[in-house]
Nanobody, 115 residues
Framework: QVQLVESGGGLVQAGGSLTLSCAASGQIFGFLRMGWYRQAPGKQRELVAFITSGGSTNYADSAKGRFTISRDNAKNTAYLQMNSLKPEDTAVYYC?????????WGQGTRVTVSS
């Protein structure tokens, strides 16, 4: 059974930084990419960024230039470095592991950016 455990959320002032971590455990078959999504109150869940098995990255327009996704293959852990945070970045951030057959999700970590 694959499990994703997120950490690193919290309260930060606008302009500040946070780093989210997502540790994957269990046997993973058909790995394609690992990424972060977020869901703000009253809004749909949206993609923030992902990194593929080959190391390619993709970012939502709102994240470009401010967020950086990375992955430590040895630790099966993905990171999301978030800089220059804005109040509109406030949301619950979910880690996602996408394989050929299934999508795994973490429990979510809350990020609150105060103005």
């Amino acid at each position: 059974q694959v499990q994703l455990v997120e950490s690193g959320g919290g309260l930060v002032q606008a302009g500040g930084s946070l780093t989210l971590s997502c540790a994957a455990s269990g046997q993973i078959f058909g790995f394609l990419r690992m990424g972060w999504y977020r869901q703000a109150p009253g809004k749909q869940r949206e993609l923030v960024a992902f990194i593929t098995s080959g190391g390619s990255t993709n970012y939502a327009d709102s994240a470009k230039g401010r967020f950086t996704i990375s992955r430590d293959n040895a630790k099966n852990t993905a990171y999301l470095q978030m800089n220059s945070l804005k109040p509109e970045d406030t949301a619950v951030y979910y880690c996602n592991l996408h394989t050929q057959w299934y999508d795994y999700w973490g429990q979510g970590t809350r990020v609150t950016v105060s103005s």
